[in-house]
């Protein structure tokens, strides 16, 4: 597991990260979200040890970080480039020998990856020949291409198509599954609930909120429709497990589970509509920001 503690960041009178802590676990897909300013790409590059905190530590399996241990961490800048005029495979095999495996090594891994990323007939052909989301591949397979112990990347879903999404993702699931900790910042907020496991909230430099997905979009609400809404709340609000009414064109609340709301809602009149409904991510906390 990666962890940071209390990492604070401040250049003249800005603050850039206060008092930031999370923990990105092994085997987990762990996303960072927040807008451009929230301090994202600062966080991700102290992570990666090109910036230092003002406070604050980055540890990796209780070990605290120094400059020089991250030689096998796979990482993806939000600045992306690239060598349009080299092979594919070549640049892939380049930038996984920077992190000291051996070229046979490097070269079974890119092959390997551009099978997994559909793109195992395009390895000979030069950068500046593929599309924009192909590229956006390679540089997914470059960045695990040495096998890391932890992958971070900055702007995680910029240039996917909906098909390089799907393949990307499945990527970087086998590569969390097999016990990294792999950690994607973005401002996408849909992306970040469909394929993370864990997500931080970041504003304005701080953490403020983290947890599992399931347990950031909390238990769903429910909704009626029905002829009298202020009858139907009325009636909700004398239930025992049942809360949060709320009234409106139509009735929402809470419930201590399904079965206690299927009960509340059999014995009002009147309904013509009954549902289950759960906020995103976005619509709990992104306005809050």
């Known amino acids: ?22 923990t990105a ?26 910036i230092a905190a003002d406070e604050g530590t980055v540890e990796l399996e209780d070990f ?10 796979g990482y993806l800048p939000a600045e992306r480039g690239g060598y349009p005029n080299m092979r594919v495979l070549d640049q892939i095999v380049y930038l996984a020998r920077l992190h000291g495996i051996t070229l046979g090594a490097a070269e079974r891994n ?26 956006a591949r390679v540089d997914i397979a470059a960045t695990l291409a040495a096998d890391p112990d932890v992958v971070v990347i900055d702007d995680a879903f910029a240039g996917l198509d909906a098909a390089s999404l799907r393949l990307v993702t499945a990527l970087l699931r086998a590569h969390a599954s097999s016990g990294a900790p792999v950690i994607l910042a973005t401002d996408d907020w849909e992306a970040a609930q469909t394929f993370a496991d864990d997500v931080i909230i970041l504003s304005q430099g701080r953490v403020t909120a983290s947890g599992s997905v399931e347990k950031l979009l909390g238990a769903p ?25 709320r009234e409106g064109s139509t009735v929402s609340f809470r419930a201590d589970d399904a ?3 299927a009960a509340a809602v059999a014995e009002l009149k009147s309904v013509k509509n009954f549902e289950s409904v759960r906020p995103t991510l976005a619509e709990q906390y992104k306005e809050a920001l």
């Not at 597991?1 to 999370?22: H, I, N, P, Q």
């Not at 009325?234 to 949060?244: E, K, Q």
């Open 1 to 22: 597991m990666l962890t940071l503690k209390e990492v604070s960041l401040r250049k003249g009178k800005r603050t850039y990260l206060d008092e930031a802590s999370f």
């Open 25 to 50: 676990e092994a085997g987990r897909i762990t996303a960072i979200v927040g807008t451009r300013s929230a301090g994202r790409t600062e966080l991700v590059r102290i992570i990666m040890g090109l």
């Open 64 to 73: 605290e970080l120094d400059f020089g241990d991250r030689q096998n961490f």
């Open 110 to 135: 890119a092959l390997t990856l551009l099978g997994h990323l559909e793109l195992a007939d395009r390895g000979y052909a030069p950068l500046k020949n593929l599309s924009g989301a192909e590229v």
């Open 221 to 245: 609400h429910y909704r009626i429709e029905t002829t009298d809404t202020e009858a139907a709340a009325s009636a909700l609000r004398t239930r025992t497990g049942i809360s949060d009414v």
């Open 259 to 261: 079965k206690t709301a």
